[in-house]
């Protein structure tokens, strides 16, 4: 029999069968072989808890992180992962000390397994648009700064509506791959050809240019764009002096002005202004307070800047779920159409 030995038949026939599919799922692609098997209605061979396994722990970086998302053991969820790539005929993922990195199959498979789980999520959504209360979790990332000083509230208030709700939040100042990282929606700042189609403006951002009395009194207060020549600026990391240079390169040389200090972090930037370090630009959601209570001022008010806004921006290819809509609209309801930070008369 082929080199099987009459007692081991079934087993043989079971191993020759894995071989002919693990071939035909290498040759097809993992994609297009999953497309073939829901099109043809054959059952798939394996459960979509060994999917949910496989993506929580892509998302998360580890089976630590994705075992306290699904709420199962490590050891569970590793064998889920083993099931999975037994049933495909393929490695995944590699491990090693440092965590787990996918394979070229593994990539492949993420990102059909994302849009699939997304898709049958929308579909229990979509069952449940009768019931009145939302339900269900939602993965949002956002800036750092922004997200402790005025999305904070807004999502606690959210959540208070919705009860059965479950938010995950997640402050970068980075952009962040929303599929890769299993986001359902980020909140960006920045100018709206730069995002994503489907963005949703949810208020408008004012950048401005701004120093310390102090400073002020000891440099002398820049009347024109012209007048910044000499003066010590202060840097944000993640932009580098692009838009000091967009904001202000027609008048001045940014390259010749002196950059006493950077951080990639807004809320040490306004500090770092606040004790007289020198001219820093920020968006006005970041230096209303401090402009109020009198620690930094305002220069060169009728400036105009490039313009920017606050927006919502989903998961790109992935169905937009009835609670991620809810949760969009009422941010547009909070933040707009006069943003809390607004500094305009």
């Known amino acids: 029999m082929g080199g099987c030995d009459t007692d081991g038949w079934p087993s043989c026939v079971m191993t020759s069968k894995l071989g002919v599919a693990r071939r035909s799922r290498q040759a097809l692609g993992l994609q297009t072989w999953l497309w073939y098997s829901q099109r043809s209605m054959r059952p798939l061979p394996f459960d979509l808890a060994d999917l949910q396994a496989f993506v929580a722990t892509v998302n998360g970086g580890s089976l630590a992180r994705a075992s306290a998302q699904l709420g199962s053991s490590k050891s569970v969820l590793s064998r889920r992962i083993a099931a999975l790539e037994y049933a495909l005929g393929t490695q995944l993922l590699v491990r090693d000390r440092r965590g787990a990195r996918m394979t070229e199959s593994g990539t492949d498979l993420h990102r059909t397994a994302t849009e699939v789980l997304a898709r049958l999520e929308q579909v229990r959504d979509e069952a449940a648009t009768a019931l009145a209360e939302l339900a269900g979790r939602i993965r949002v990332t956002a800036p750092l700064s922004f997200g402790t000083t005025y999305l904070a509230p807004a999502l606690a208030a959210f959540a208070a509506q919705h009860p059965a709700v479950e938010l995950e939040v997640s402050l970068d100042d980075h952009v962040i791959d929303l599929l890769a990282g299993g986001f359902d929606v980020a909140l960006r700042i920045g100018a709206a050809p730069d995002l994503a189609v489907g963005a949703r403006l949810l208020a408008d951002v004012q950048p401005r240019l701004v120093a ?40 001045v040389d940014v390259g010749s002005m002196a950059v006493r200090y950077r951080a990639d972090n807004g809320e040490l930037l306004r500090s770092a ?73």
Not at 286 to 292: F, G, N, R, S
Not at 315 to 331: F, N, T
């Open 273 to 345: 202004a606040a004790s007289g370090l020198g001219l820093l630009i920020l968006p006005d959601f970041l230096v209303k307070d401090a402009v109020d209570q009198g620690e930094l001022e305002v220069l060169l008010p009728s400036h105009a800047f490039p313009s920017a806004g606050l927006y919502a921006v989903p998961a790109p290819g992935r169905p937009k779920l009835r609670r991620v809509r809810a949760l969009i609209d009422h941010l547009t309801h909070t933040f707009g159409p006069r943003p809390p930070w607004s500094m305009s008369d």
């Open 212 to 251: 310390s009395p102090a400073y002020i009194a000891r440099r002398g207060r820049p009347m024109t764009a012209a007048s910044l020549v000499g003066h010590d600026i202060l840097e944000y990391t993640n932009e580098g002096l692009h838009f000091w240079r967009s904001s202000f390169g027609a008048f």
